[in-house]
């Protein structure tokens, strides 16, 4: 039996998404029917994106740089998706900064950088879409926050990134549990090892000695597809009843302990 998602009623704001994953959520949520909003630092990479999500599934898509360090440009976000498209139903949280490197090598605007993404900004995103939800006519939206599963495992070079992908799974249940008399669920993805351009290059520069990927249960790493299919999961009718929750795409990975060295 095959399951057709239409989300043709919604507007999807999606955070890091002129390229990897967040590329990839976008063409998902366009190829259900939804009106996409695609930010990011980069003018040039998000407005490929919308234009594609344009041209290929026929929906409306708009391109909205975005440094979601700077609380002005992360209200005007919210503020130019409304009058675009009105109250956006749906938030992806993707953005995120990885530094890599020893914890006691980091600098001070390393750690900064890394929890100014991957925690305040998207906090203070979610908190501009909450508004936004509660002084609409909508009734009920949706946040979704792009973890990771190195949250779960002590990983060699990824302590803090790490820590802030706990956080924001902390953050996740708390906003879940506050935002569910406005009818928001606020779920979160955790993705394991992930092909996309940055994770290729580390495979092929250090997969031998950071990696085993042959004990991954599912037998191979994980594409961008497979994070973007858990997106419109959470964002359909399907999980109307599901909030607060994380959500492991990793192939098996934390369970057995497998893939890293």
Same mark, same amino acid.
């Given at each position: 039996?095959? !399951? $057709? ?9 999606? &955070?890091? *998404?002129?390229?990897?994953? *967040?590329?990839? !959520? ?24 919308? @234009?594609?999500?344009?041209? @290929?599934?026929?929906?409306? %898509?708009?391109?909205?740089? &975005? ?25 992806? =949280? =993707? ?19 890394? +929890?100014?993404? =991957? ?37 060699? %070079? ?14 996740? #249940? ?10 928001? &669920?606020?779920?979160? !993805? ?10 290729? $290059?580390?495979?092929? @520069?250090?997969?031998? @000695?950071?990696?085993?990927?042959? /004990?991954?249960?599912? *037998?191979?790493? *994980? #594409?961008? /597809? ?7 999961? +959470? ?7 599901? &909030? ?12 057995? %302990?497998?893939?890293?060295?």
């Amino acid at each position: 039996m095959t !399951i $057709q998602l239409d989300l043709s009623d919604d507007t999807v704001i999606v &955070t890091g *998404g002129g390229r990897g994953i *967040g590329e990839e !959520i976008v063409y998902a949520f366009a190829e259900a029917g939804a009106d996409v909003v695609v930010a990011a630092r980069s003018e040039d990479e998000i407005s490929r994106v919308a @234009e594609r999500a344009r041209t @290929e599934f026929d929906v409306g %898509a708009a391109a909205v740089p &975005t440094n979601l360090v700077d609380r002005d440009e992360i209200a005007a976000l919210v503020d130019a998706t409304v009058d675009e498209f009105g109250t956006p139903s749906v938030l992806v =949280n =993707n953005a995120g900064a990885n530094i890599a490197g020893p914890p006691l090598d980091m600098t001070a605007d390393e750690v900064d950088t890394m +929890f100014d993404v =991957n925690v305040r900004g998207l906090f203070l995103l979610s908190q501009e879409f909450g508004r936004a939800v509660r002084e609409s006519s909508l009734e009920s939206g949706r946040i979704l926050n792009i973890s990771s599963v190195v949250a779960d495992l002590g990983v060699p %070079a990824m302590t803090v990134y790490a820590g802030t992908k706990s956080a924001v799974r902390g953050l996740t #249940k708390g906003m879940a549990a506050e935002l569910a008399p406005d009818g928001v &669920t606020v779920n979160s !993805i955790s993705p394991g090892l992930v092909r996309i351009e940055r994770t290729e $290059q580390v495979m092929e @520069e250090h997969g031998d @000695e950071l990696f085993d990927f042959d /004990r991954i249960p599912l *037998g191979r790493v *994980g #594409k961008p /597809r497979d994070v973007a299919n858990a997106c419109l999961f +959470f964002a359909s009718d399907l999980a109307d009843y599901v &909030t607060g929750e994380d959500l492991l795409v990793d192939g098996g990975v934390e369970f057995t %302990a497998g893939l890293y060295k």
